[in-house]
């Protein structure tokens, strides 16, 4: 009888401990970075783990076309690749902590 609340007890820590390192890791995550640009490097976009973006830059030769549509372009072209790149970032980061397993509830 003892033998089954021990299993428990231990399985309990098991998950506080993974716990412990899930907080961790999102802490990490969201201190993260990700520069994402568009072709030829025109436009580049930050974007932080906590999927926002930080910073846009734009080169004066995108700039200087003044054909918005581009411009446009270019911007939605950098930011979506630096979305992808805190994706990434994140699901490699929860994966050193799960062993690569698909939680539920944790997906990006």
């Known amino acids: ?10 399985l309990l ?20 970075e990700v520069k994402g640009e568009s072709e030829g490097g025109l436009v580049e976009a930050v974007a932080g783990g906590d999927f926002t973006i930080r910073r846009i830059t734009i080169r004066n030769e995108c700039a200087k076309t003044a054909d918005p549509e581009i411009i446009q372009e270019h911007v939605t072209a950098a930011v979506n690749a630096a979305l992808e790149g805190v994706k990434l970032k994140s699901k490699e980061k929860m994966s050193e902590v799960t062993g690569g397993l698909d939680l539920p509830g944790l997906s990006l």
């Open 1 to 10: 009888m003892f033998g089954k609340l021990g299993d428990m007890a231990n």
């Open 13 to 32: 820590q098991k998950a506080q401990d993974m716990q412990k390192k899930m907080a961790a890791v999102q802490q990490e995550i969201s201190k993260l």
